[in-house]
């Protein structure tokens, strides 16, 4: 697919995802919105899919919404927040979160407001030595968004999760690391092919099993150990049915490599 605002490639197994308004630090304006709730719907449809990419072009992984474009409609008297969360970053967040399929974030360089939520919605998150991460909100007056409220004090605690979104102070890579942000750091030029091993790793693994997991951990993040438990029974009847259980039972028995189709 040709899209106007990301670049798309899909290779082994791997689809990556890469933001393509450098010029904007990758900001989100309407048709980037377009673009990748376009790619998400791909990657589900696609069963060669088997892990996604999301990087930014450029200098910066994402910077949030393009204020200019929030500025323009503010001026015509045309601004609802409430509404264009609604018809964005909502379904957009709620699409990467329910993807049966991991998510690998790489984070180049800064991310920032929704862009920092877009990050935290993947499923991991691998960040170079230069990026950074900004609850940016309050800088202009506004509240945390995009799953900001839901995700980051799952990530770090709501000590921390307070300390970011009532201050917008900047943290660095080392510093998301050692809060719990990021899974790694690593050295700008090693970032892509540590991601890209890591995503082709993923995508020799048992796919369906993987959607299953993402689906019982958001579940339990709101519901009692009771419920979790019997919800893990419901996930675990789904995955022993799947070809690639039996292709991991059999190989465990033989001794041998696991060849998981994801099915």
Not at 156 to 169: Q, Y
Not at 222 to 249: C, F, K, N, P, V
Request: neutral net charge.
């Amino acid at each position: 697919m040709s899209y106007e605002t990301i670049l798309t490639e899909i290779k082994d197994g791997v689809f990556t995802i890469t933001l393509n308004r450098p010029d904007k630090l990758n900001s989100f304006n309407n048709k980037m919105f377009v673009d990748l709730t376009d790619a998400f719907k791909q990657v589900e449809r696609n069963a060669s899919a088997r892990c996604v990419i999301i990087t930014g072009a450029g200098k910066g992984f994402c910077a949030g919404q393009d204020l200019s474009s929030a500025k323009e409609r503010m001026t015509s008297g045309d601004m609802s927040y409430g509404h264009h969360l609604r018809e964005t970053y909502n379904p957009l967040i709620n699409r990467m979160m329910s993807l049966p399929k991991p998510i690998i974030a790489a984070i180049n360089g800064a991310a920032a407001g929704a862009g920092m939520s877009l990050a935290m919605a993947c499923d991991l998150r691998l960040a170079a030595e230069s990026a950074s991460f900004l609850q940016a909100f309050v800088k202009i007056g506004l509240v945390p968004d995009s799953g900001s409220s839901w995700l980051l004090q799952r990530l770090v605690g709501r000590t921390r999760a307070m300390d970011l979104m009532l201050t917008g102070k900047k943290i660095n890579a080392k510093e998301a690391l050692e809060w719990g942000v990021v899974n790694r750091v690593v050295p700008n030029e090693d970032l892509m092919k540590a991601t890209n091993d890591l995503a082709h790793s993923l995508a020799t693994m048992p796919t369906k099993a993987i959607g299953l997991i993402k689906r019982m951990t958001d579940y339990a993040a709101m519901h009692t150990l009771a419920e979790s438990l019997d919800y893990e029974a419901d996930m675990q009847e789904i995955a022993g049915r799947t070809a690639d259980h039996r292709e991991g039972l059999m190989a465990f028995l033989e001794k041998r490599a696991a060849n998981f189709k994801g099915e």
